[in-house]
């Protein structure tokens, strides 16, 4: 063997390490950021899947069994730590920059960033805080209370003042579909 050839086998060995160990580390890192339910969930519905694929007859790849091989050592293994920072990451309180999309819907025409037409849901901007403007004329980062008569609809799909409008008539008469039996 040639000193060349072992000094580029040994720098190709260092970097088979060393991109197996970024492998791994990326993995768990995903699975660090999973709830066990998630990683759960993931697994059943790769398990279904497969069931279903094996029920019609259809191949499955190598990779995705391999990948739920994986998997589910990776959480059997790691299960204890992945449910400790879970639950350490649901402890800790929210940044003031984090938005609750599911709030903001409720609460768009209050948040101080609302426009009909730029900003129909009222997102604050990146880096900036969400706020409210209160029936008292103050903004504070709570939302306001929602009146009772006010239902969380998106905008333009019957909301208060298309309940108001009454019924309305039926899109063909019965004299119309008589007149049609008639001419087919």
Not at 134 to 153: A, F, I, M, Q
């Amino acid at each position: 063997l040639h000193p060349a050839d072992a000094v580029r086998k040994q720098a190709k060995k260092r970097k088979l390490e060393r991109m197996k160990k970024e492998r791994q580390q990326h993995f768990e890192t995903k699975m660090f950021g999973k709830s066990p339910q998630e990683i759960e969930e993931e697994i059943m519905c790769m398990k279904l899947d497969f069931a279903r694929k094996r029920e019609h007859k259809i191949a499955i790849p190598k990779f995705q069994l391999d990948k739920l091989a994986k998997l589910e050592a990776g959480y059997k293994k790691m299960k204890e730590e992945i449910q400790e920072r879970h639950e350490k990451r649901m402890a800790q309180p929210k940044s003031n920059l984090h938005v609750d999309f599911e709030e903001l819907k409720l609460h768009r025409k209050s948040s101080i960033f609302y426009h009909p037409i730029t900003n129909p849901y009222g997102a604050p901007p990146a880096g900036q805080t969400l706020m409210y403007r209160h029936p008292d004329g103050s903004v504070k980062r709570e939302p306001p209370p929602l009146p009772d008569d006010e239902r969380p609809e998106a905008p333009g799909f019957g909301g208060a003042a298309s309940s108001s409008a009454g019924p309305r008539p039926a899109l063909g008469s019965d004299d119309e579909e008589e007149g049609k039996e008639e001419d087919g």
